[in-house]
């Protein structure tokens, strides 16, 4: 496979892949500044951690809930429409979020997040299915590295391309990165000196930026695949047959499941650890030290895909997803066992390197095998798997933790509900391989 281009390059001589960057990153910026203001709300309530717990879900069931519809809409629409009516729409809900924080009322705000954050259901896949087309050189050489579609062979990717895919997907994770540490610092010290209510207006403007960014993009329609199209269940169905006749794909469409079941129960913990310490340590407030804590994950976010570039650049090695996902468990059972102080950051960042490296591989191996017509799809049931996993983990942890009156048991949950799914995984991954043909069976990733 010839070598990619460079992140600069990438910027440089990519221009419709420097406005979808850059549209996200504006987007994201808020999406973090809200994470810390609703957070502290709920804590300031003091009603649990079951209620903390809900601050998770409602930042990822809706659009779990929309995900297969969303999936649908975004193989049938031009991708650059949906990402900037989607922008505009949760822009204006960010909107009502200050009102209901200025007016003290956490139902409301947590009642329009809930729409704001189903709208994710359209965004993250548009923008997960947009980076091949943006990316991709009309007359690259072409590769069999694509599977084949059940329905007939799609169109197979550049080699330039599959490379520069894992390059686009770090810099994505390494801004990712920047921002979640930079959004949630930011939104502790608005959300402690400022109020939520500011933290939320800032929100707010960056998706009306966002929108302004992605309408300049070129025309993101999916591609024609030649073949009729069908009702929703129809098409659903056609890219579930995809999945369960490739284990490749299966793999890369659930890979981030077990390790956002254990970060959903981690995510607990560490709200409770903050609260609890934060006024006695030199943060001097919930908020701050909470922003801090995140700042750490967000670092490990950041490195783990470089790891993963370091070790595994062709994202084959078995051992490797393995790893990943591993890390996860570690660093979220490790912030169960840390003390205060020095081992409590190292906990967390272990828990930020494996979830970083973990998101980065399965994205681009999704990228790299699916065919564009479908993408959106399973870019969605990708969502679906990953946002539902951490509302799981968030919420039984929550449960057990507060029945038990043990908020370390948050983690725990997380950790063995984790285990259970990567287990669960496997096990279908095995029997999906089984069934494969002969042809598909000897490309299997081993």
């Known amino acids: 496979m010839t070598s990619g281009t460079s992140w600069l390059g990438l910027l440089r001589e990519r221009p419709a892949f420097r406005r979808l960057w850059l549209s996200d990153v504006v987007s994201l910026l808020g999406d973090w500044l809200t994470y810390v203001a609703v957070s502290v709300l709920a804590l300031e309530r003091g009603e649990g951690l079951v209620a903390v717990s809900l601050v998770l879900v409602a930042h990822a069931l809706p659009s779990t809930l929309l995900a297969p519809f969303a999936g649908w809409f975004i193989d049938r629409l031009d991708r650059r429409r949906v990402l900037v009516v989607t922008n505009v729409v949760r822009g204006g809900l960010a909107l009502g979020m200050a009102w209901a924080a200025a007016a003290g009322s956490l139902g409301w705000v947590q009642g329009l997040l809930l729409l704001r954050i189903a709208l994710a259901a359209f965004s993250e896949p548009a923008v997960t299915a947009s980076l091949p087309k943006v990316l991709s050189e009309p007359d690259g050489e072409r590769t069999a590295e694509a599977s084949e579609a059940p329905g007939g062979v799609h169109r197979p990717r550049s080699a330039r391309l599959l490379a520069d895919l894992g390059a686009a997907n770090r810099l994505i994770g390494a801004t990712w990165s920047v921002l979640f540490a930079l959004g949630v610092a930011v939104g502790g010290v608005a959300a402690a000196f400022l109020g939520p209510t500011w933290a939320i207006l800032l929100d707010a403007a960056t998706f009306f930026v966002a929108a302004w960014i992605s309408s300049g993009l070129p025309s993101l329609a999916p591609e024609d695949h030649g073949e009729p199209r069908g009702s929703l269940v129809r098409e659903l169905s056609a890219a579930f047959s995809h999945v369960k006749g490739d284990r490749r794909i299966l793999e890369a469409a659930l890979a981030k499941t077990p390790a956002a079941i254990v970060n959903g129960g981690g995510w607990v913990l560490l709200n409770q650890r903050a609260e609890s310490l934060g006024a006695a340590s030199w943060f001097g407030a919930t908020a701050l030290l909470l922003g801090a804590l995140q700042c750490v994950r967000a670092f490990g976010t950041g490195v783990g895909p470089l790891l993963w570039a370091r070790?595994?650049?062709?994202?084959?090695?078995?051992?490797?997803?393995?790893?990943?996902?591993?890390?996860?468990?570690?660093?979220?059972?490790?912030?169960?066992?840390?003390?205060?102080?020095?081992?409590?950051?190292?906990?967390?960042?272990?828990?930020?390197?494996?979830?970083g490296a973990n998101w980065v591989a399965a994205t681009t191996r999704l990228q790299r095998l699916a065919p564009d017509h479908l993408l959106g799809r399973l870019a969605a049931l990708d969502l679906f798997g990953h946002t539902l996993g951490q509302c799981a983990g968030a919420l039984f942890g929550a449960i057990v933790a507060q029945y038990l009156a043990r908020p370390s048991a948050s983690a725990w949950t997380g950790v063995a509900l984790g285990i259970s799914a990567w287990l669960l995984l496997k096990l279908v991954g095995q029997l999906t391989s089984a069934r494969t043909s002969p042809e598909r069976a000897a490309q299997t990733v081993r």
Do not use: M
């Open 311 to 355: 070790w595994s650049p062709d994202d084959r090695s078995e051992w490797w997803w393995n790893a990943t996902t591993w890390s996860a468990f570690i660093g979220v059972a490790a912030l169960a066992l840390a003390p205060d102080g020095t081992w409590l950051a190292v906990a967390v960042f272990v828990w930020g390197l494996g979830v």
